[in-house]
């Protein structure tokens, strides 16, 4: 397979592609940010690695640190996580309070606001530095010392995180939340604020293409089943509440954030990372979206 070619000629048609997205505008960082960058790089198993466009420029991954604070949390307890939110995809936007209200507090996935803040809430009951201690994980997991996140950004959206403030507030009042929210804030706010560049994230990732190791490290991130899990969750509540969409017309586990990055993953080939910051409706990147559906059109490999 020439991934390279099939890269270059799916990027190249894509940026020339008419954009209808929108900067997310509700973090006031965000909207600063240069709306015309299109980065991709991809990372194989096999090392072979390609990057094109803007992939060495630095952006915020928001919602996609849920996927590594799950893998965290998941790391250290085990199948005991699952007691205190779901596995179901939503169906609601990224940040409703609708359905808590119904499920009594208990979120229905770890990907969406509710779910990330009972990890969060998980993580800061189990580690003693928990900004720093999720920092060195991630730093290990890429092997990238250099990695940190962004006092500004998560400023910004502290400033302006009324729904998850409620979101919290109001896990609490079911009992789902241990903590002092405003400290589970805190650290959901510095968590989303990370800040990596297509390479950083594709290469971060790899090791959910790899069964939970990292390339040539014997010492495993996550076993097999959680890896599966994982992937599995990605697959099917990976997208807000276009999950089904980006199954649909991409075909493989995925995670994106309102900064404009998707993460996608092929189990046992490789794994991709596109920054388009522009977001189409349902608050993914509306040119990550169609570079990665005609990228695995043209491949013609999916998980499918
Ligand atoms: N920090 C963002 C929020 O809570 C993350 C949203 C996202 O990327 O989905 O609104």
Not at 281 to 292: A, R, V
């Amino acid at each position: 397979m020439n991934y390279k070619a099939i890269i270059e000629d799916v990027y190249n048609t894509v940026r020339n592609e008419e954009d209808a997205g929108k900067l997310a505008s509700y973090i006031p960082e965000l909207a600063k940010v240069d709306p015309e960058k299109f980065g991709v790089h991809f990372s194989a198993i096999d090392r072979f690695e390609f990057g094109i466009g803007d992939y060495r420029d630095k952006f915020s991954i928001q919602s996609i640190t849920k996927v590594l604070t799950l893998c965290l949390a998941y790391k250290i307890l085990g199948e005991k996580i699952w007691e205190r939110l779901g596995v179901e995809p939503s169906g609601t936007p990224f940040n409703s309070l609708i359905q808590l209200e119904a499920d009594k507090g208990v979120p229905r996935n770890p990907f969406i606001n509710a779910g990330a803040l009972v990890i969060c809430d998980i993580l800061l009951s189990h580690l003693d530095n928990p900004k720093a201690d999720f920092l060195e994980f991630i730093r290990n997991v890429s092997g990238n010392p250099g990695l940190n996140y962004s006092p500004k950004i998560a400023d910004s959206e502290k400033s302006v995180g009324y729904r998850n403030m409620a979101l919290c507030y109001f896990i609490k009042s079911f009992g789902n939340i241990k903590n002092d929210p405003l400290e589970v804030l805190d650290f959901y706010f510095c968590s989303c604020s990370l800040e990596m560049d297509c390479s950083e994230l594709s290469r971060t990732f790899l090791f959910l293409a790899n069964g939970g190791r990292k390339l040539f490290d014997p010492t495993p991130i996550l076993t097999k089943s959680q890896t599966k899990r994982v992937n599995a969750l990605m697959q099917t509540c990976g997208f807000y509440d276009e999950s089904g969409e980006f199954s649909f017309k991409v075909g493989l586990p995925g995670k994106s954030g309102v900064g404009g990055g998707i993460i996608a993953i092929h189990p046992s080939q490789y794994s991709i990372g596109v920054w388009s910051p522009k977001l189409n409706e349902k608050g993914n990147s509306f040119k990550g979206m169609k570079f990665l559906e005609y990228f695995t059109t043209n491949t013609q490999l999916s998980i499918f």
